[in-house]
Nanobody, 115 residues
Framework: QVQLVESGGGLVQPGGSLRLSCAAS????????MSWYRQAPEKERELVAA???????FYPDSVKGRFTISRDNARNMVYLQMNSLKVEDTAVYYC?????????WGQGTQVTVSS
């Protein structure tokens, strides 16, 4: 399994944007399904963006239209573009890679949305 390292988090005002990056230690190719999750204090980890084999990416209603997942296979990178950020988007964001039912996780990057 690949090792994952997230970056790009930080403090942003409501309405602002951030792009998170996830660097994989090896080839992520199409064998891996990449996703982004987040976990706010005292809340369970939740999915915010996921690639699917059946069609386009999946986004929950809470972020649909604001978040976009993308990847660069040549650089073994996955990105999460986050626009129109809200205070409730504040959380630690994690990148995950799934292959053959085995999931790898990064260490997370903190995103804080506050005025």
């Amino acid at each position: 399994q690949v090792q994952l390292v997230e970056s790009g988090g930080g403090l942003v005002q409501p309405g602002g944007s951030l792009r998170l990056s996830c660097a994989a230690s090896g080839s992520i190719s199409r064998a891996y399904i990449m996703s982004w999750y987040r976990q706010a204090p005292e809340k369970e980890r939740e999915l915010v963006a996921a690639e699917t084999r059946a069609g386009g990416p999946f986004y929950p209603d809470s972020v649909k239209g604001r978040f976009t997942i993308s990847r660069d296979n040549a650089r073994n990178m996955v990105y999460l573009q986050m626009n129109s950020l809200k205070v409730e988007d504040t959380a630690v964001y994690y990148c995950s890679a799934n292959r053959w039912g085995i999931t790898s996780w990064g260490q997370g990057t903190q995103v804080t949305v506050s005025s």
